[in-house]
C-alpha cells in the first residue's frame, strides 16, 4: 500500500476529485493548507498598507490505495492539476505498513 | 438471596411477543404515545415478575425497585434504555441484595432489555451531586415497581420533597444551564434540516425540560408534590400535547427504524415518515417538505415554552442592576411596559395598532428584549386584526431600518417570524418558511439562513479573530447599510421557486416589496444588484484568485467599490451561515484576498476602460428615453429645425463619449440624464452646479470645461462653508467637459437648517469658479485650526505607472484634515498636472484619495513624480501644524 499526498492550487480540486474518481480512487482526505515552494508568497498594497501572504493557500489530498493504483492515481493528479504555472504543487509518495478498518478490525489492503 | 432460576427462555419469548405486536399496533395506528405507554407496561410487569421470583415476598421490607427517567413517566421509547433504581434502605442492605440486584439486571439483558441499573441508599438519595444531577432529575420522574412500598412511601414523601426544595435553585439553576449549553451546541435554533428528536431545540429533551422546571416551580410554591396525581399532572399538555403526540410518533418511527436509539432524522428518515404520514392525523402519503414543515411548526411550540420557563430561571445571585431591571417600566408611545428585559403588553390593553407593534420590534432589534409569553399570545391572536393595519410606504420602511440595522435583528425578525407579523409585511418570505434545501452543506432551512446571515454581519461589531477584524472594517463603510440588510433579508427568497437561479428569483419577488416600501430607482438598484451578483463572490474564489484574469472577470461583475464591500460582507455572512464549520480561517483569508485584489482593479482600471456609445445601444436607449425633447436650431439647407430626437441624441453621445466606464457605473440612467442636461445648459451659463440633499450627506455636482486649478477651487470653497468631503469622484469626457461630484457632511448644518444658503452657497461657488471672489479669501475668514486627531495616520504617497496606459496614479493616504482636498489639488495645479480622474474617500480619520495624473498629457516621468511627491509632504505637513 502507499500513501499519496499531493499539494494543489485550490482551484483545482473539482477537477482533481474527478479524475480521482473516474481512476477508480473513492477514498480521499482533504485538507485547507498553507504554503509556499519557490514563489514565496503574494503581497498586495490596500489602502496604503502592505498585506504579505507568505504562506499561499492550498488544498492537500491524501489517499492509500493499493500498490497497483498508485500510477494511476498519481497521473490523474497530475493530468488534472497542472496548469504550468508556478504554484502546480507537489506529490509525496510513502510506504504504508498497515490499514485498519475501525468498524470490524479489518486488516490489510482489504481495509481500504 | 436468589430464591428460584429464572424462566428467562418464556420471560424472553413473551416479551419478544409482545415487542412484535406493539409494533405492529404502531405500523397500523401510528399511535406512539400509546406505543410507548404500553411499552412501559409491558417492561414493568416482567420486571416485577423478574423481582417476585428473585425475592421472596416476605423478604422485600427493605428494598424497593423504583422505575426513574423515561420508565417512571411511562415513556419508554421502543429501544430505549429502561432506568431502574434498587432503592435500599441502609448500607447493610445493599450486600445483602447484590446478588438478587445483578441477577435482575443480568436478566433484563438476556431478555433483550437495556438495563441503566442504579442502587443507592435512603441516605445517599439526600445528596444532591452537582456532576452528577442527571440523577437527581431522574428521581423527579419516579413510579414504584415492587418491594417494599412502606420504604417507596418514605422516599417520596418524607425524603425527597426535602431534598428538591433544599438544593431546588442547585437543580434549576443546573438545569437551565445544561439547556443552554445543548441549545447552543445546536445553533439556538430548531430549523435543522436533518434534526434529532430528541436533543434538538424543541426536541423531546425541551418537552421534558418544560415539566421538569413548571413541576419544580409548582413545589416550590405548593412545598410538596403538587396535588394533582403524576398522571394527572404530566397530562397536562393543553397546547404542546399535540407537539408531544407527534415527537413521540416520530422517535418511535426512527427506533423501529434503526432497530436501536438513533434519533436523527436524516433525509431518508424524512421521506418514509412523509410516505408513511408519521405523526399526522390524516394518513396518506404526504410531500417530504410538507412533513418537515409540520416538524418545525412542532418542535416551534416545545422551543419556545422551553425557552419561556428557562427564561424565567431566576438569576443566581441578585445584583443591583439585575433588581433595577426587575423595575416595571412603561414603553413611552405604547401600551408596553418593559420588566427584567421582557416586554409585556399592558393588561386590558388591545393588540390593534400596527404601528407600536412594530416600534416594539425595533426596540427588540436595538436592545435584545424579548416578549413575554402571554404578549405573543395576545399579539398572535391579533394577527387579523393586524393583517388590515399594517403600515406601507415610508413608514414601513423607517420601522423595518430600525429592525434590520439594530444589532439584535436576527432575534427580531426570528420572533417576527414565529408569530407571523413578518409574513405580514412581507409575503414574499412566506415560501421560505421552514423551507429545506436538502444538500451536503446547509445545517439550517432557508428562512433560518437568512436569520443567520443578518446576524453574522451585526457580529462583525465586536469581531474575534484577525480575519474578522478585517472585514469588520468594511461595516462603517458602507453608503446604504439599511439596503445592504433588506438586500439580506430578500437574498435567498427565491429558493421557494425551484428551478433557475434563485438569484433572479429573489430579485424579482423583491420589486413587490420596493413599491411597498416606496424605494426610489436609485434604492431599487443598490438592492437588486446586490441581490442579483450575490453568489459572484464565492464562484470567483474557486478559481485562482491570484490571478489577474479572474479578478478582473469579478471585478467587472460587481463594478463599483460600493456593491463590492456589501458582496464580500455578504458572502462572509452567507458562507458562515450554512454551518458552523463552513467559512474557515483559511477561507476568510481567501475572501479577504480577493476584496482586495478587486478593490484595487476598480480604482486602478478606472482609466482604462472608458464608455463609447456604440458598445452598449441598450443602456443608451435607456438614457435618451429620459431626455425630453428640446427645440434646436433649423438646418442651414433646409430651414427646417431637425428632428428633436436626432439632436438630443447627438449631444448625449458626444456627452458620454470617452467618460470612464466607472461614471456609468456608478450613476443611475436618471442622474446621467440630470447631468446632460447640466451639460446641455452649459450653452447659457458656463458653470453649471446642481445641489442633491441625501439621507446623511449632502451633494453637489459641477459640469463645467475644465480648466487648471477647478478641482482645488471647488474644494477650497466647500471647505470655507464648513463642510467635510467624505467622498469625491472627478470625471472628464472626450471634449473636455468634467462632471465633478462631492459629497459632503454639513458640518454646522447651515443648509439643513437655513434653506435659503442653499442658493448663497451655489452662487459662491460660481463666483469662486469664475474668480469673481478669491477662495483663499474665503478660506481665511474661517478659523481652520485642525483639531487634534484622535488617530494619527502617517502620510503615504504610492506612484504607478501601469495602473493606466495613459495616465499615472497616485496613491495618498493622509490624515483627513479641513481644506485638504484643496492644498492636494493645489500641489497639482504648482506642478502643471492634470487630474484626469480623483476618487476621493474618507475612512474614519485616513483619507484615502486616488488620482490619474497626467503632465502635457503625458504620465509623469521621475523626475516629476519626485517632485510632486516633495510638494505634497510638505504642504500636507504645513497644514497639520
Redo the contacts between chains.
Keep these: 500500500m502507499q500513501k499519496i499526498e499531493a499539494v494543489i492550487q485550490p482551484s483545482k480540486l473539482d477537477a482533481v476529485k474527478d479524475a480521482l474518481l473516474e481512476a477508480g480512487i473513492e477514498g480521499m482526505t482533504i485538507l485547507e493548507a498553507r504554503g509556499h515552494g519557490r514563489q514565496k508568497g503574494h503581497t498586495e498594497f490596500y489602502r496604503g498598507r502592505e498585506y504579505t501572504v507568505d504562506l499561499l493557500p492550498k488544498i492537500k489530498i491524501e489517499m492509500v490505495v493499493r500498490d497497483e493504483m498508485a500510477d494511476q492515481a498519481i497521473q490523474a493528479i497530475v493530468s488534472s492539476a497542472r496548469t504550468g504555472k508556478i504554484g502546480d504543487g507537489k506529490i509525496f509518495i510513502s510506504k504504508i505498513d498497515d490499514a485498519i478498518r475501525i468498524r470490524n478490525d479489518e486488516r490489510g489492503p482489504s481495509a481500504l | 438471596m436468589v430464591a428460584n432460576p429464572l424462566p428467562l427462555g418464556r420471560l424472553r419469548s413473551r416479551y419478544e411477543d409482545d415487542f412484535t405486536q406493539l409494533r405492529q399496533n404502531f405500523e397500523r395506528t401510528g399511535d406512539g404515545s400509546a406505543t410507548i405507554r404500553r411499552r412501559s407496561q409491558i417492561v414493568g410487569a416482567l420486571l416485577c415478575e423478574l423481582w417476585s421470583q428473585l425475592v421472596p415476598g416476605s423478604a422485600q421490607n427493605e428494598i424497593a425497585v423504583v422505575a426513574t427517567g423515561g420508565f417512571g413517566r411511562r415513556e419508554l421509547f421502543p429501544c430505549s434504555d429502561v432506568d431502574v433504581l434498587f432503592l435500599c434502605a441502609n448500607e447493610k442492605v445493599e450486600p445483602a441484595y447484590g446478588d438478587s440486584i445483578r441477577a435482575c439486571t443480568q436478566a433484563m439483558w438476556d431478555i433483550g432489555l437495556r438495563a441503566s441499573p442504579a442502587t443507592r441508599t435512603l441516605r445517599e438519595c439526600e445528596r444532591v451531586h452537582p456532576d452528577n444531577l442527571e440523577f437527581t432529575v431522574s428521581l423527579l420522574d419516579r413510579r414504584f415497581l415492587a418491594g417494599s412500598r412502606a420504604l417507596y412511601a418514605k422516599f417520596e414523601t418524607d425524603l425527597l420533597p426535602v431534598v428538591i426544595l433544599r438544593e431546588w435553585d442547585t437543580i434549576v439553576q443546573n438545569l437551565a444551564e445544561m439547556a443552554r449549553a445543548r441549545h447552543a451546541k445546536y445553533g439556538n435554533t430548531i430549523f435543522h434540516v436533518e434534526p434529532n428528536v430528541k436533543e434538538c431545540p424543541g426536541g423531546l429533551r425541551d418537552y421534558h425540560l418544560a415539566q421538569w422546571l413548571t413541576l419544580l416551580n409548582s413545589m416550590r410554591e405548593e412545598k410538596a408534590w403538587p396535588r394533582a396525581a403524576a398522571d394527572d399532572f404530566y397530562g397536562t399538555h393543553d397546547e404542546p400535547e399535540s407537539a408531544y403526540d407527534f415527537l413521540s410518533a416520530v422517535r418511535c418511527f426512527l427506533h423501529y427504524r434503526a432497530g436501536r436509539d438513533d434519533n436523527t432524522l436524516d433525509w431518508h428518515a424524512q421521506d418514509e415518515a412523509a410516505a408513511r404520514s408519521i405523526g399526522l392525523e390524516t394518513r396518506g402519503t404526504s410531500d417530504p417538505a410538507y412533513w418537515m414543515r409540520t416538524w418545525y411548526r412542532q418542535a416551534r411550540t416545545v422551543y419556545r415554552r422551553a425557552s419561556l420557563l428557562i427564561d424565567a430561571v431566576p438569576p443566581p445571585r441578585r445584583s443591583f442592576y439585575k433588581q433595577f431591571r426587575r423595575k416595571r417600566t412603561p414603553v413611552p408611545g405604547t401600551d408596553f411596559f418593559l420588566e427584567d428585559g421582557r416586554l409585556d403588553l399592558a393588561e386590558g390593553a388591545r393588540v390593534h395598532d400596527g404601528d407600536s407593534i412594530l416600534q416594539i420590534f425595533g426596540l427588540m432589534a436595538k436592545h435584545g428584549y424579548r416578549l413575554s409569553h402571554s404578549t405573543e399570545d395576545r399579539i398572535a391572536d391579533a394577527l387579523p386584526v393586524l393583517a388590515v393595519q399594517m403600515p406601507e410606504g415610508p413608514f414601513l420602511w423607517n420601522c423595518l431600518r430600525e429592525v434590520l440595522l439594530g444589532p439584535w435583528a436576527a432575534h427580531a425578525l426570528r420572533t417576527m417570524h414565529a408569530l407571523g407579523i413578518l409574513e405580514l409585511l412581507i409575503p414574499e418570505f412566506h415560501g421560505i418558511d421552514a423551507l429545506v434545501i436538502r444538500d451536503t452543506w446547509h445545517r439550517y432551512t432557508v428562512d433560518e439562513h437568512t436569520f443567520h446571515v443578518i446576524d453574522n454581519v451585526h457580529r462583525l461589531r465586536q469581531p474575534q479573530h484577525d480575519w474578522e477584524k478585517r472585514l469588520a472594517g468594511l461595516l462603517p463603510e458602507l453608503d446604504r447599510p439599511d439596503l445592504f440588510f433588506l438586500s439580506l433579508l430578500m437574498h435567498d427568497t427565491g429558493k421557494a421557486r425551484r428551478n433557475g437561479s434563485h438569484a433572479s428569483a429573489s430579485v424579482e419577488l423583491s420589486e413587490s416589496l420596493f413599491a411597498r416600501l416606496e424605494l426610489d430607482a436609485d434604492e431599487r438598484e443598490v438592492v437588486r444588484r446586490v441581490i442579483h451578483n450575490h453568489l459572484e463572490m464565492s464562484a470567483a474564489m474557486?478559481?485562482?484568485i491570484?490571478d489577474t484574469e479572474t479578478v478582473r472577470a469579478f471585478a467587472e461583475k460587481v463594478a463599483t467599490p460600493s456593491q463590492l464591500k456589501m458582496l464580500t460582507l455578504m458572502t462572509y455572512a452567507d458562507i458562515g451561515a450554512v454551518s458552523p464549520e463552513a467559512l474557515?480561517p483559511?477561507?476568510a483569508?481567501?475572501l479577504w484576498?480577493l476584496y482586495?485584489?478587486a478593490?484595487?482593479f476598480l480604482d486602478r482600471s478606472v482609466d482604462e476602460i472608458r464608455y463609447h456609445a456604440a458598445a452598449d445601444p441598450a443602456f443608451f436607449s435607456r438614457i435618451t428615453a429620459l431626455i425630453p425633447a428640446l427645440p434646436a436650431a433649423p438646418s442651414a439647407a433646409s430651414g427646417r429645425p431637425p428632428a428633436a430626437s436626432a439632436v438630443h441624441t447627438e449631444e448625449l453621445r458626444s456627452f458620454l463619449e470617452g467618460l470612464p466606464q466607472r461614471y456609468l457605473n456608478t450613476r443611475s440612467p436618471e442622474q446621467i440624464a440630470s447631468q446632460f442636461r447640466l451639460a446641455q445648459a452649459l450653452r447659457d451659463q458656463p458653470i453649471q452646479v446642481a445641489f442633491r440633499p441625501l439621507r446623511q450627506l449632502n451633494e453637489i455636482t459641477l459640469v463645467t470645461p475644465d480648466r487648471p486649478g477647478l478641482f482645488a477651487d471647488v474644494a477650497g470653497v466647500l471647505s470655507a462653508w464648513g463642510m467635510n468631503i467624505v467622498k469625491a469622484d472627478a470625471f472628464s469626457n472626450a471634449a473636455g467637459i468634467i462632471v465633478d461630484t462631492f459629497q459632503f457632511t454639513d458640518t454646522y448644518q447651515t443648509l439643513e437648517l437655513n434653506v435659503s444658503e442653499v442658493e448663497r452657497f451655489l452662487q459662491n461657488i460660481r463666483d469662486a469658479l469664475t474668480h469673481k471672489v478669491s477662495v483663499d479669501h474665503l478660506m481665511r475668514s474661517r478659523n481652520h485650526k485642525p483639531a487634534r486627531p484622535r488617530v494619527a495616520v502617517d502620510t503615504?504617497l504610492?506612484f504607478d505607472n501601469d495602473a493606466s496606459s495613459h495616465s499615472t496614479l497616485l496613491?495618498i493616504?493622509t490624515q483627513d484634515t479641513p481644506g485638504l482636498l484643496r492644498e492636494i489639488a493645489l500641489s497639482f495645479t504648482a506642478a502643471r498636472c492634470n487630474i484626469t480622474v480623483a476618487l476621493i474617500d474618507t475612512?474614519g480619520e485616513?483619507a484615502?484619495d486616488v488620482f490619474y495624473l497626467t503632465k502635457g498629457g503625458l504620465k509623469l516621468d521621475d523626475a516629476a513624480q519626485s517632485s510632486l511627491s516633495a510638494s505634497l509632504v510638505h504642504r500636507l505637513a504645513q497644514l497639520r501644524s
Design positions: 474557486r478559481r485562482d491570484f474557515t483559511w477561507k483569508e481567501s484576498q482586495m485584489s478593490s484595487n503615504r504610492e496613491q493616504v475612512e485616513a484615502i
